[in-house]
Nanobody, 125 residues
């Protein structure tokens, strides 16, 4: 089982940037799927981004539109979510998630095995 711990959330003004981090420990494999979801108050969970632990393509939710970038540092067992041009509607709890094997999509149907505790991102107008 993999354990995930997020950090980096906070309060930012609209148009600003934040970088979220997710430190992974335990059982990670080269084919593991690593990703991010978010959930705003009163709304359903929403897929944000995902990639393979060993590298390759990164997939994003439709709403991202080039504003977010997911990256990884395998040496640090950490994945990141760089969020730019933030909007008030990006306000949500952001969760890091993982699956032992490569999932591949469709991403709105991805049901990860492991979840972090979440980190709150608040974007003020």
């Amino acid at each position: 089982q993999v354990q995930l711990v997020e950090s980096g959330g906070g309060l930012v003004q609209a148009g600003g940037s934040l970088r979220l981090s997710c430190a992974a420990s335990g059982r990670t494999f080269s084919q593991s799927t690593m990703g991010w979801f978010r959930q705003a108050p009163g709304k359903e969970r929403e897929f944000v981004a995902a990639t393979r632990w060993s590298g390759g393509s990164t997939y994003y939710g439709d709403f991202v539109k080039g504003r977010f970038t997911m990256s990884r540092d395998n040496a640090k067992n950490t994945v990141y979510l760089q969020m730019n041009s933030l909007k008030p509607e990006d306000t949500a709890v952001y969760y890091c998630a993982a699956t032992t094997a490569w999932y591949g999509g469709p991403w709105n149907s991805w049901d990860p095995d492991a979840w972090g505790q979440g980190t709150l991102v608040t974007v003020s107008s």
